[in-house]
């Protein structure tokens, strides 16, 4: 969390953070109503790897801590379990205001954001989900291992060997050409017009 | 009787889950389920479609299912996978609760000349075989009982949250400690342990891109059926089932233990218990980590 | 005494009968000189109290001991006026409490059957005070909301009254400040300031009459004859008048004192005062430059729970805030506001108000400011971060600074003319945030200049104990705040609104129409010689017998309300009305020289000597309760009601405050072979529950001097004791009575019995 990750010109502290989130973020203006008792915190799974919890995540976020918040692991390691969606009393929905954060971070360009591993996924995600309009779980692995390079994308394709091979055997992973909608071009222009009338909105 | 839906079988069924896919093709006609899949589905984005897509795209994703479920009757939408529901109900009832989101989504779809009025309603097939079909009907069809077979009933995360206990998620359900895998366990004759991991996380999509993070949260889950002596763990999660078999070895290597637990989905022990065949109905062939005790259990 | 005749009248039912030998009850009775005595199976039905009445009429019967239930229960059943009456206790003091048919409990009646018979042939019927004439007008001082919605109540009521205020004009705060804080459901919203039409209300009623630019020079009298001297812009005229109710209001704290807040380092660090104000005219600008503002922080608890300031919450600061916000963010949506709490403090529906808030984006940031710059850079330790975190960008800064009681006129400075009226200790406490100058003379032990507050008197009281009403550490007048909320300790005088606690306007209107329901029942019971509350309707009050008075001061200064003036000659001289009727006084006479006509000295000891003290061989101690009425005794009965047990060896006797245990009651007990006493009373202190505010205080401080009166009997200390107990502790108190029997268990008996 060191200042050199974040984007040229961002600022460490920005007030207008919160109301941003409030007014931006899917469910951010539930956020407003958090009251801090931190049972999301509390229920999370995978809390102990995270840099800050939920509840300190929201708070930062009021106090205008824009870069320590868009860097925070906490939004990349979220495993999308719904624990604290469904026990907050405040019916804050944690879970996709975390998953809009991770997606600006990335949009703001943040490094950590960008060198994520959830990013890297994402990338392969997208890349097989609006290609082919499905995901090829076979490419999608491949293009995320390759992100880390060459040499990663050999030493992560050996160690899980045993699994692919294992999957290929069950006819659970397929070789060969991805399964792919038969629509292609209808599924691009509609997503090529979403993200047109989303930039559209948030300038 | 017979009820129709449209289904939506998600990427997973051509792939990871494809025994998910083809058991539940299976025994959809013993219950009186009919299934047309929408056609020409695509992904729904899964948990991390919205990162690198952003927001309005990840909802067109769905918002496309939906417009061809909507041209293919008025009938409900139903999935078996836990992130296809997930986000298409979320979607559903998004753009059913806020005009401009229904009216951006729709802007999008306009571009493939399609449409979609936000009247379907999206359901996971275990809430409809819950809900529409019950559990006496599961049991009325059972033929081959799984005497002495004890299951972990392993739900995770996402079949029931956020959603098992709303209304439009068919309120069939709680969320610490639902109920309804175990009654579908008991209904083809099986013994449901009382298994405290049933709503445990077993890391998502993290595990699939950095188990390091993830590979304890799933060790806790084999460990307590382990203890308690499962002979498989059941699972409604095509995600579920994949990570928490397909990582034993990982697991054991690094924990030093020694899993070897079958991950099975329910709609394969129904398919068993129902009579149907164990490898071409059941897809029990498909397991990563082979379920010969199914087998024994159905035929003593 | 040959004209009265006592009727015992011994009840069998509730369990008694079967219990206790009546047969027994009734000899002991007779022995002990009872006209006559009857029994009856349920005193409580219309036969029984027929018998009772029957009695009265035929058989000359003038005085009644009913052995039954506790006197707090069926008392309009047993009520005989003009009657001397005793309830002697036998139910929830004796046979629930004790176990039935047991010689100690047989003990327990046939003393309480002699106890009554001694306290009833002493008792008179009271006479009360009545001379002269009595007003029943009604002064409010202070012509703000509280003041206004005061008199509008006891006009209401049907009472004249003078409404003083001291500006120019009516209204007070709310005159110049914005939208009120919301008081109707769904309590989301400001709601619109309706100063206006409360000062048409009250300009409208022809009971009230409104004096403005007008102060109080001088108060003297009691309820019901208070004689008030008025300064109206310079001319003096004189009233007369029943009761008074101070709704004088409160100030902001001093903000040039928070120069850490950034007070006075830039113009645009405002108080939530000044913020009203601009608020209320319309289109908020900020102070250095016009522009309208942006993002706006609010500092709460600025200078409030500090102790270097103000160290209590003021309980409206944070709705107040949240109101403010909401009116910013009402003018111009795009406002950011920023509320910095320690502890967001949104008592009663204002949780609605600050979810509201919440809804429409203010953002909420828990923590402690640690500075504010010239530059409105706030660096706030965040208390749910861990860190601290500067805020830049703003563009105003609003500290919430807290209320200080207008207790005193605190722009006028006081000269004591008589330096013999002077505040009586305590009364005025020294840790008030209003005391000033004087502090260090005081610790030269000079009376005289012993702290005084900032400003003069509100009513400036021509009382032997001062001109100030009494006033606590805070700054806000003294009561017995649970029980008797508007209370101060001058009766007649009631405290309502923002003087008596910090409050917003909705609770403001409350406590004006309860100030003004205790003045309408003072201004009446003053007239027809009653007491107000706690002991409502009594007609006794005390009568000082001159012959024997050393003039030793001790029931003027300790009387708790001041009721004691003193004479030419130093004599004590009772205002019957100012009276509460405790006997504080009475305790406090080391000659015995006051009484009341149903409660005095000499009725205590008979009845402490009437008891049957069985000899040191019995090895059955004797331990004398004097239980205050108040809240031991009730809770005696409620244990007694529990079917708690305890020791047999204890006789209960009720005061009416510790306050008025004579410590000659104590040696009497003690001389004629009692082996231990206990004061069971409420508990003193800061957070005193006596209901005579200063009662029990006064007995601890006197107990603090008996183990020297022990001592010269060649007695041990632990034989007398104080006990504190409130109303709750029913469950605790068999206990608390069985472990003081076993300490005078191993002390051995006292080696007076039988002297």
């Known amino acids: 969390m060191t200042a050199t990750t974040a984007p040229a010109g961002a600022r460490k502290y920005d007030l207008n953070f919160a109301r941003w989130v409030y007014e931006n973020v899917d469910g951010g203006e539930r956020m407003a109503k958090c009251m801090q008792c931190g049972v999301c915190s509390g229920s999370c799974p995978i809390g102990t790897q995270m840099d800050h919890g939920p509840r300190k995540l929201f708070m930062m976020i009021r106090a205008g801590m824009k870069e320590a918040v868009l860097t925070s692991n906490t939004i990349w390691n979220c495993v999308s379990c719904y624990n604290c969606v469904v026990r907050c009393p405040r019916q804050v929905p944690v879970t996709y205001i975390l998953h809009d954060l991770a997606t600006l971070a990335v949009k703001e360009g943040y490094a950590e954001a960008k060198q994520a591993d959830n990013a890297r996924f994402a990338k392969a995600f997208w890349w097989s989900a609006a290609k082919y309009g499905k995901t090829d779980e076979r490419l999608v692995t491949m293009k995320y291992y390759y992100s880390f390079g060459f040499g990663e994308f050999i030493k992560r394709g050996r160690a899980n060997q045993k699994i692919a091979l294992g999957m290929i055997k069950t006819k659970r992973m397929h070789l060969g050409m991805p399964h792919k909608v038969k629509k292609g071009g209808e599924l691009k222009a509609i997503l090529a017009k979403a993200a047109e009338i989303e930039a559209k909105k948030h300038g | ?300 | 005494m040959s004209d009265r005749k006592t009727g015992v009248y011994l009840c069998g039912g509730c369990g008694i009968g079967e219990g206790l030998s009546l047969d027994q009850l009734e000899s002991v009775a007779q022995e002990n000189k009872a006209g006559l005595c009857r029994r009856h199976d349920a005193l409580c039905t219309e036969e029984g109290v027929a018998l009772i009445e029957a009695d009265r009429a035929n058989e000359g019967v003038t005085d009644l001991v009913i052995a039954a239930c506790s006197p707090r229960v069926m008392t309009d059943r047993f009520r005989f006026d003009g009657t001397p009456m005793v309830r002697a206790n036998l139910r929830e003091m004796c046979i629930w409490s004790h176990p039935a048919g047991d010689e100690d409990t047989q003990m327990i009646a046939d003393d309480q059957i002699r106890m009554g018979l001694a306290q009833v042939t002493r008792m008179k019927t009271p006479q009360p005070f009545t001379e002269g004439e009595w007003s029943q007008r009604i002064l409010v001082l202070g012509g703000g909301f509280t003041g206004m919605r005061a008199a509008l109540e006891a006009a209401a009521a049907g009472h004249e009254v003078l409404l003083i205020e001291r500006s120019d004009q009516l209204g007070g705060f709310a005159r110049n400040a914005s939208k009120d804080l919301p008081h109707k459901p769904p309590y989301r919203e400001p709601q619109p300031n309706e100063i206006g039409k409360l000062v048409e209300a009250v300009q409208a009623d022809d009971l009230i009459t409104v004096k403005t630019n007008c102060t109080v020079a001088k108060t003297a009298g009691m309820p019901g004859r208070f004689e008030i001297d008025l300064d109206q812009g310079g001319t003096a005229s004189t009233e007369t008048v029943g009761a008074i109710v101070i709704a004088t209001g409160w100030r902001p704290y001093d903000a040039t004192r928070l120069g850490h807040l950034g007070y006075g380092a830039s113009p645009d660090v405002v108080t939530n005062v000044e913020m009203e104000k601009l608020l209320a005219a319309g289109g908020v600008t900020r102070p250095s430059d016009g522009k309208a503002p942006k993002a706006v922080a609010f500092v709460q608890c600025a200078g409030s729970r500090d102790p270097e300031h103000l160290p209590y919450c003021s309980s409206v600061c944070c709705s107040v805030s949240i109101k403010q916000a909401l009116e910013l963010i009402e003018a111009d949506p795009e406002t950011s506001c920023y509320i910095i709490f320690d502890e967001l403090r949104t008592p009663g529906q204002a949780e609605e108000f600050y979810r509201a808030a919440q809804e429409k984006g203010v953002i909420f940031i828990k923590g402690k400011v640690k500075s504010v710059d010239g530059s409105l850079k706030v660096l706030v330790d965040d208390a749910l971060l861990q860190e601290e975190v500067p805020m830049e960008g703003l563009d105003m800064v609003v500290l919430a600074t807290g209320m200080v009681p207008n207790s005193t006129v605190a722009d006028q400075p006081f000269e004591n003319p008589e330096p013999a009226v002077i505040q009586v200790t305590d009364d005025i406490d020294p840790r008030s945030p209003l005391t000033f100058a004087g502090a260090e003379a005081a610790e030269k032990a000079d009376p005289a200049a012993r702290p005084m507050m900032a400003g003069a008197p509100l009513l400036n009281l021509q009382y032997r104990q001062g001109p100030h009403v009494p006033i606590l550490a805070d700054g806000f007048a003294d009561s017995h705040y649970i029980c008797f909320p508007y209370e101060t300790r001058r009766t007649g005088i009631y405290t309502a609104g923002p003087v008596r606690r910090p409050m917003d306007s909705h609770e403001a209107a409350q406590d004006a129409a309860g100030a003004a329901l205790k003045a309408i029942q003072c201004v009446r019971n003053a007239q027809s010689g009653e007491a107000v509350h706690p002991r409502s309707g009594d007609m006794s009050y005390p009568i000082v017998n001159y012959n024997q008075c050393t003039k030793c001061r001790r029931c003027t200064v300790e009387c708790p309300f001041g009721a004691i003036d003193e004479d030419e000659k130093d004599y004590p001289i009772v205002n019957p009305s100012r009276c509460r009727r405790c006997g504080t006084c009475m305790g406090a006479c080391p000659v015995r020289t006051i009484s009341f006509e149903n409660y005095h000295p000499e009725m205590i000891s008979s009845m402490i000597k009437s008891v049957e003290i069985p000899d040191e061989f019995d090895e059955k101690p004797r331990i004398l309760i004097l239980a205050c009425e108040n809240d031991a005794y009730p809770a005696l009965d409620m244990a007694g009601l529990n079917r708690e047990q305890y020791s047999p060896y204890v006789r209960i006797i009720p005061v009416r405050c510790l306050g008025s245990v004579s410590l000659l009651w104590i040696s009497d007990a003690l001389s004629v072979g009692y082996d231990g006493v206990v004061l069971m009373g409420c508990k003193p202190g800061d957070d005193y529950q006596c209901h005579f505010v200063k009662g029990s205080a006064m007995a601890k401080e006197r107990m603090s001097k008996v183990g020297e009166t022990l001592k010269s009997m060649m007695l041990e200390e632990e034989r007398v004791t104080q006990m504190e107990i409130s109303i709750a502790d029913s469950k605790a108190i068999a206990k608390m009575i069985d472990d003081f029997v076993e300490t005078i268990d191993s002390l051995g008996p006292n080696p007076f019995k039988g002297f």
């Open chain 2, 1 to 300: 009787m017979t009820k129709k839906f449209t289904y939506y079988p998600g990427c997973s069924s051509e792939g990871s889950a494809a025994h998910l896919d083809k058991s539940l093709r299976a025994i959809a006609p013993k219950l009186g389920v009919e299934l047309e899949d929408i056609a020409d589905w695509n992904c729904c984005g899964a948990s991390v479609g919205h990162i690198e897509g952003g927001h309005l795209p990840m909802m067109a994703l769905s918002g496309r299912n939906l417009a061809q479920a909507q041209a293919q009757g008025p009938q409900d939408v139903a999935t078996p996978c836990a992130a296809c529901y997930l986000n298409t109900h979320h979607c559903n009832e998004q753009m059913r609760a806020s005009e401009r989101l229904k009216a951006e989504v729709n802007e999008a779809l306009s571009a493939a000349s399609m449409n979609y009025d936000a009247n379907l309603h999206v359901r996971h097939i275990c809430e409809v075989l819950v809900n529409d079909i019950g559990f006496e009907a599961v049991e009325a069809q059972v033929v081959k009982p799984l005497k002495g077979l004890k299951v972990a009933g392993y739900v995770g995360c996402q079949t029931v949250r956020p959603f098992a206990a709303t209304e439009r998620g068919g309120a069939y359900d709680e969320y610490d400690q639902p109920k309804f895998l175990d009654n579908f366990t008991r209904a083809v004759g099986a013994e449901a342990l009382d298994f405290q991991n049933r709503t445990a996380c077993c890391g998502g999509s993290v595990s699939v891109m950095s188990p390091e993070k993830t590979l304890h949260l799933m060790k806790n889950i084999l460990e307590e059926a382990q203890e308690k002596g499962a002979d498989v763990i059941s699972t409604p999660c095509p995600l579920c089932q994949t990570n928490v078999e397909m990582f034993q070895d990982q697991i054991n290597a690094q924990f030093g233990t020694n899993f070897q637990i079958p991950v099975v989905f329910y709609s394969q022990l129904m398919a068993v218990a129902f009579g149907l065949d164990a490898d071409k109905d059941a897809a029990l062939n498909q397991q990563l980590i082979p379920a010969p005790q199914i087998a024994k259990a159905a035929g003593g």
